[in-house]
């Protein structure tokens, strides 16, 4: 049977944060421990692109089986549990005391670590990057390290016959659609319509005795985190000032003011 | 004679301008619900009868136009101001009916600091209204979920409760005086005073109409001083449900006013709160004076921790996380999308019942739903209003539509679990009804309700809109089964 991975990052809400909240402590990073953690935007594209593969296999006969991997603490297992009830066979949490949040080559690194280690797979899927951390280099760092051809801003898969799989996603030049031969590593972007699936009650009540498989970083690494070779290192954040720059008309009477609007903004675009 | 579309549209062009008459088809179908039939409106499918016109009205002379017009010509006139009903008071029972729009009718007329009210016209949001007042140091003290989206008059036309409610109290006891219009024309106005004891309390005619009686154009609400300076919020997780029941009546018979009390079942907090770790939350926020605010979180914390299974959690938590509760189109927006990618729709009812007996109303409705009804995803809730004698509760609750067409979504899981609670809640002695207003679903049950009392309701309507012609089938059904009351 074939493997597929999804590799996935849960991460604070950030829309639950107000702008008094994005304050960096000495340590560049932004307490967030005061709100809700969610599924990484892209991540959940790709996890349900797995799922929809998954069940579209079963009528090539040729199913896949499912892992589901993530490196996070143990609120991450809540995640994990509801991939269980949506039908991932093995769902493993990899536990980094260390933050990482910056640090794209040990996200790869462990990842990597993790399918040498714990079974060839023939296809990995994840988000193309993560709302906290917004490298985009997870995916392409780990296929490097795993010889694995990526392709990036994947928007759908398919499976075919031959165990070949349908690959649509965006370029520079528009859509491309290609078929590919696993083993490869595909980078999620923006999928339309791909919220993640929400399993039944029932379905959690007949999983919710599997167990999650929890590793730790040391256990993954042979040496330790620090002996990681980062290509970037962060040294300052600071907001990024996002207002749209604008023009208030306040002269002329309100006809005036639509005309001046609609010349000078409108005419053109609608 | 009944008119035709056209002809009513034609006879609305004689009270108000052209530009004031909306007949775009894709306005009416969208004006055809609300958000009780959320999974058609995402849809777009829209099985309800289709409008003649929506009526944007800017005075009282235009709305009583409008009224004595379709009153005259028997039409039937939805009246609505920011469209954030869910309970399908908006739907529009009677193909050409009149959807009445006050939202245009949008002035605060006055701010009275020094008698501590505010007279504004129905349209004015809520939202505008208290971001205003907050910055001269008041507020209305009403902040509903739907702040965002709702406007004065349907507020008050539904009875509305807010998130500080514990506090403030519901709309009904901010609520000074108020201008209303009856379909007949008659132009009502109740002056603004503390308080009078010249009869029954007239306000309540209005107050809760749901439309169904006539048109709210203006209200006076009292004002209160902001002082978020002095806030102080509370948060723990608590083992057992019937405890945390226990816990908010130690607190309310203890003589306690919070702005805000709530308790999550772990099933709705885990919505809400990853540390939650599938106990039970309790949540209260104190307000006011400094002085006040500080004893009563003392006597809340007290209180709470008397009971087994208590665990404090940090209040910034709390804090944070209130800040960003409210639901405005851009999380419409969002749920919209989601569930068109998943079939995953989530949905609330709100009850309320004695302290004797909202514990066996949560547990067994809880109970037959996931019994009864199938692909539930979540079912659980939270009470957020608590009273001297009782509480609220807020059932929360998600489903997946599995093998079912747009249209038949409503009776296969909707109504059937509006049903079951209904059923439990008229069972045990509460209410069907905490403060959404009865709408077009829950009007079925609207007998089990009232019981000897519907005799009142009734005769209210009769006496108000003999005709028939406001909100058709809110309140009191117009086609009802008596043995199927979730087939509609």
């Known amino acids: 049977m074939r493997r597929i991975l999804g590799c996935f990052k849960v991460i604070p809400d950030l829309e639950l944060l107000s702008e008094e909240d994005w304050i960096a402590d000495d340590n560049n990073l932004v307490d967030t421990s005061f709100v809700k953690s969610t599924w990484n935007v892209f991540d959940e594209s790709a996890l349900e692109l797995m799922l929809r593969l998954s069940e579209q296999s079963e009528s090539l006969n040729e199913p896949f089986s499912m892992d589901a991997v993530t490196i996070g603490d143990k609120i991450s297992e809540k995640y994990l549990k509801t991939l269980h009830a949506l039908g991932i066979d093995q769902a493993v949490r990899i536990e980094c005391r260390e933050s990482i949040q910056f640090s794209p080559e040990i996200v790869s690194g462990l990842l990597t670590e993790y399918i040498r280690q714990k079974g060839k797979q023939d296809i990995i899927v994840m988000g193309t990057k993560t709302a906290d951390g917004s490298s985009g280099k997870v995916p392409q760092l780990t296929a490097e390290k795993l010889g694995y051809p990526c392709v990036t801003q994947v928007i759908a898969i398919e499976p075919m016959e031959q165990n070949n799989i349908k690959i649509t996603n965006i ?71 996002e207002k749209r720059c604008g023009k208030v008309i306040c002269d002329g009477s309100l006809e005036e003011q639509i005309e001046i609007l609609y010349q000078s903004y409108l005419k053109g675009k609608v | 004679m009944v008119l035709t579309r056209e002809a009513i549209a034609e006879g609305l062009g004689k009270i108000v301008a052209c530009n004031q008459i909306v007949t775009d088809e894709k306005v009416l179908k969208e004006s055809s619900l609300d958000r009780y039939r959320k999974f058609e409106q995402t849809h777009e499918v829209y099985t309800q009868p289709i409008p003649a016109a929506v009526v944007y009205a800017n005075s009282t002379e235009e709305v009583k136009k409008v ?56 349209g004015v949001p809520l939202q505008e209204l208290d971001d205003m007042l907050r910055e001269q140091g008041l507020t209305t003290g009403h902040s509903p979920q739907s702040k965002p989206l709702a406007q004065l008059g349907g507020l008050v036309a539904t009875r509305s409760i807010g998130q500080f409610s514990t506090l403030y109290g ?45 048109f709210v154009t203006e209200v006076t609400l009292k004002l209160f001083k902001y002082q978020p300076e002095n806030n102080i919020f509370l948060g723990y997780t608590i083992e057992d449900m019937k405890q945390g029941f226990d816990a908010l009546r130690g607190v309310m018979a203890e003589g306690f006013k919070p702005s805000m009390a709530r308790l999550y ?25 400094a002085g006040i605010t500080k004893a009563t979180a003392e006597g809340i914390d007290r209180i709470i921790k008397g009971f087994d299974g208590v665990n404090e959690v940090n209040p910034k938590i709390i804090e944070k996380w209130f800040a960003g509760l409210n639901w405005g189109p851009e999380e419409i927006a969002e749920e919209k999308e989601e569930i068109l990618a998943t079939n995953n729709i989530g949905i609330t009812t709100e009850v309320s019942g004695c302290w004797d007996c909202i514990y066996e109303i949560y547990e067994s409705a809880c109970r037959r739903v ?17 009273y001297i004698n009782g509480t609220n509760m807020y059932f929360v ?32 002695g509460g209410s069907i009804v905490h403060h959404h207003g009865l709408g077009k679903a829950r009007a079925h049950y609207v007998w089990e309700e009232y019981g000897s009392s519907f005799y009142m309701l009734e ?26 009351p979730w087939m509609f």
């Open chain 1, 171 to 241: 370029t520079d030049t528009g859509l491309c659609i290609q078929t590919i031969c696993p083993p490869c590593v595909l980078a999620v972007g923006e999928a339309p319509g791909t919220c993640l699936s929400v399993p039944t009650l029932k379905a959690r009540m007949n999983t919710k005795a599997k167990p999650v498989e929890v590793y730790t970083a040391g256990q993954l690494l042979k040496g330790n985190l620090s002996d990681i070779q980062k290509e970037t290192v962060l040294t300052e954040l600071t907001a990024v000032d």
């Open chain 2, 397 to 428: 609750y998600y489903y997946n539509v599995v093998d079912c067409p747009v249209e038949e979504e409503i009776t296969k899981y909707h109504n059937q679990i509006n049903r079951i609670i209904c059923e439990e809640v008229i069972k045990y």
């Open chain 2, 170 to 214: 519901g709309i009904e006891d901010m609520v000074v005086g108020m201008e209303v219009i009856f379909p007949n024309g008659e132009v009502c106005r109740i002056k603004n005073i503390p308080r009078r004891a010249a009869g029954p309390d007239i306000r309540h005619i209005a107050i809760g109409n749901e439309g169904a009686l006539c």
């Open chain 2, 459 to 484: 005769t209210l309507k009769k006496a108000f809109d003999p005709n028939g012609i406001m909100n058709m089938g809110t309140l009191i059904p117009v086609n009802h089964d008596e043995k199927n």
């Open chain 2, 370 to 386: 996931l019994e009864e009804v199938p692909d539930m995803t979540l079912m659980g809730g939270h009470s957020s209003h608590s």
């Open chain 2, 265 to 289: 079942d772990a099933a709705d907090a885990s919505l809400h709160f990853d540390w939650a770790e599938d106990k039970n939350v309790l949540i209260f926020m104190a307000e006011g004076p």
């Open chain 2, 67 to 122: 009224l004595m017009y379709a009153n005259e010509h028997g039409i039937n006139v939805v009246p609505r101001t920011g469209q954030s009903a869910i309970e399908g008071g908006l739907e529009t029972a009677r193909e050409n009916s009149i959807v009445l729009d006050g939202s245009g009718m949008n002035q605060v007329i006055a701010v009275d600091e020094y008698n501590m009210q505010v007279t504004a016209q129905c």
